[in-house]
């Protein structure tokens, strides 16, 4: 059970918003951690969407934003597109487990 | 362009030992933190281990400690994962990723880079 927790879905139709929580606690995104934010597109590796909380790579279109408040991070999507459908993990690290902490992963069906 | 090449996955049996090895090319290796993170079949996203850019610091997740050693060769550009006493629970795709440069605090930072991947089945 990942001490970072996503909704295990989300769906939205194409040119909507949707948004992904992450949830931790004050060991992790409340103690003001960087929540970093990854993509995995079906039969692929996972891609970096977003880190530093709210940074985009190069590669990452403006459609994709994070942002960071309290204990809990978002990801959110503009003008969903179907490319878009994938899984999408938040990522921080955690001092009670002194380790790297991946959320469960939400998975984002474009309708 | 950052390119990682995961090798040595394969079937092998409960009790036994596999290397894994991920190629690296494309950026200064020696001057990046390397990670190795792991994802069981239809499961999500699990960091196993992560060494500094010069091999001095080593961290891991609870659940390998003792059995699974991260290790690179900065001279063969070549980052790898020891696996002994393998399990079931061990089944699944291991990826090497890149994480932070030196400087930088190995367990903080994003994976900016992924390789492809290699498939590690602990069955008998």
């Known amino acids: 059970q990942s001490v970072l927790t996503q909704p295990p879905s989300v769906s939205g139709a194409p040119g909507q918003r949707v948004t992904i929580s992450c949830t931790g606690s004050?060991?992790?995104?409340?103690?003001?951690?960087?929540v970093h934010w990854y993509q995995q597109l079906p039969g692929t590796a996972p891609k970096l969407l977003i880190y530093g909380n709210s940074n985009r790579p190069s590669w990452v279109p403006d459609r994709f934003s994070g942002s960071k408040s309290g204990t809990s991070a978002t990801l959110a999507i503009t003008g969903l597109q179907a490319e878009d459908e994938a899984n999408y993990y938040c990522q921080s690290y955690d001092s009670s487990l002194s380790g790297v902490l991946f959320g469960g992963g939400t998975e984002l069906t474009v309708l | 362009q950052v390119q990682l090449v995961e090798s040595g996955g394969g079937v092998v049996q409960p009790g036994r030992s596999l290397r894994l090895s991920c190629a690296a090319s494309g950026f200064t290796f020696s001057n990046y933190a390397m990670h190795w993170v792991r994802q069981a079949p239809g499961k999500g996203l699990e960091w196993v281990a992560v060494i500094s850019y010069d091999g001095s610091n080593k961290y891991y997740a609870d659940s390998v400690k003792g059995r699974l050693t991260i290790s690179r060769d900065n001279s063969k550009n070549t980052l790898y994962l020891q696996m002994n006493s393998l399990t079931t629970e061990d089944t699944a795709v291991y990826y090497c990723?890149?994480?932070?440069?030196?400087?930088?605090?190995?367990?903080?930072?994003?994976?900016?880079?992924w390789g492809q991947g290699t498939l590690v089945t602990v069955s008998s």
């Open positions: 990723a890149r994480g932070p440069p030196m400087g930088f605090g190995e367990l903080l930072y994003s994976f900016d880079y």
């Open positions: 004050s060991s992790n995104i409340g103690a003001r951690y960087d």
